[in-house]
């Protein structure tokens, strides 16, 4: 894969990396909002990042396995779906709970994105260039 396609396909795929980033970090700044709003204590409150970081990391664990089964346009349009379900959930989340399992859905599609992209950086860049690439998705992350 050469030119343009190439071009196209590593922007929507450090696009979707960067999103998965700024999801993880995001609610940390928004902890004692969360806090207040929902009436939690910052112990439960930090099950939105610890939850989040744990279902990620399994998921990312499993992707060995999803390469094998789905095809890259099935894992991209799934974690896609994820990530705007748990969005629109979590901001219609009129509990704590439901703003969790928000949450944990969108760690599944960051699980998907992030491992997608570093593997299709590899597949498809040109050798003498793959350092390149790889230090912009890390830098999107």
Do not use: H
Not at 76 to 101: E, R, Y
Not at 112 to 140: R, W
């Amino acid at each position: 894969m050469q030119g343009k396609p190439l071009v196209m396909l590593l922007a929507v795929l450090y696009g979707s990396a960067f999103l998965a980033g700024f999801n993880e970090n995001l609610v940390n700044m928004a902890l004692l909002s969360i806090m207040g709003e929902y009436g939690v204590d910052s112990i439960t409150a930090q099950w939105l990042v610890t939850g989040y970081m744990i279902v990620a990391t399994v998921v990312v664990t499993c992707m060995a396995f999803f390469y094998r089964r789905f095809k890259l346009r099935t894992l991209f349009f799934s974690a896609s779906a994820l990530s705007f379900a748990g969005s629109i959930l979590g901001l219609f989340a009129p509990n704590f709970t439901l703003l969790l399992i928000a949450r944990l859905i969108q760690a599944v599609g960051t699980g998907i994105f992030i491992p997608m992209m570093m593997n299709t950086i590899l597949a498809v860049t040109p050798k003498n260039k793959l350092g390149t690439f790889m230090s912009i998705g890390s830098c999107m992350i």
